[in-house]
């Protein structure tokens, strides 16, 4: 089911190949790591892949391919465009 353009959820309810900026990150510590990352807010980002059992996932995030744990992709809220 497509969600709704503008739409605020949790980077692991976003549809496959849907496109999303990042707006928050939810845990302090997990914060730095991400921006290291490229998560960085109004970023531009795509859940590509799950593994077979549903964790890790792949995202594209700032030109590339990242790989994050659900517990991680919990915590980054997106906008859907």
Sequence with gaps: M?????????????????KAKIK??????LYVKLLEMGCIPEEVISVELTAPLGDPIAINVAGYHLSLRNDEAENIMVEII
């Design 2 to 18: 497509q969600e709704k353009k503008g739409t605020i959820i949790k980077l692991t309810e976003l549809p496959y190949k849907q």
């Design 24 to 29: 928050s990150f939810g845990k302090t510590e």
